[in-house]
Nanobody, 124 residues
Framework: QVQLVESGGGLVQAGDSLRLSCTAS????????MGWFRQAPGKEREFVASYRWSSSSTYYADSVKGRFTISRDNAKSTVYLQMNSLKPEDTAVYYC?????????????????WGRGTQVTVSP
């Protein structure tokens, strides 16, 4: 079993930056693919970024490519999402997810563990 706890959300203005963190506990973090997803009010959950477990391969949604960066610190069992040049359309609850030996899928159904989410609100 893996427990995931997100932090770092908040209210910012368009153009600002935020760094989200997701800390895992319970199993060997380095063997897990990690993903970030988000869900805006009235919309379906969507993929944001992910990190394959066995390599440094990362993947991004087109909407955040060039603005967001996913990274991980296995020693701290933490994955980060650095978000720059934030836009109002980035407003959502952001969730991290994990799958042991995962490939960094863009599909939420491929992940076994989820955090409770952290709210990010970007004002115009």
């Amino acid at each position: 079993q893996v427990q995931l706890v997100e932090s770092g959300g908040g209210l910012v203005q368009a153009g600002d930056s935020l760094r989200l963190s997701c800390t895992a506990s319970g199993r060997t973090f380095s063997s897990y693919a990690m993903g970030w997803f988000r869900q805006a009010p009235g919309k379906e959950r969507e993929f944001v970024a992910s990190y394959r477990w066995s390599s440094s391969s990362t993947y991004y949604a087109d909407s955040v490519k060039g603005r967001f960066t996913i990274s991980r610190d296995n020693a701290k069992s933490t994955v980060y999402l650095q978000m720059n040049s934030l836009k109002p359309e980035d407003t959502a609850v952001y969730y991290c997810a994990a799958r042991e030996y995962g490939l960094g899928s863009r599909r939420g159904s491929e992940y076994d563990y989820w955090g409770r989410g952290t709210q990010v609100t970007v004002s115009p």
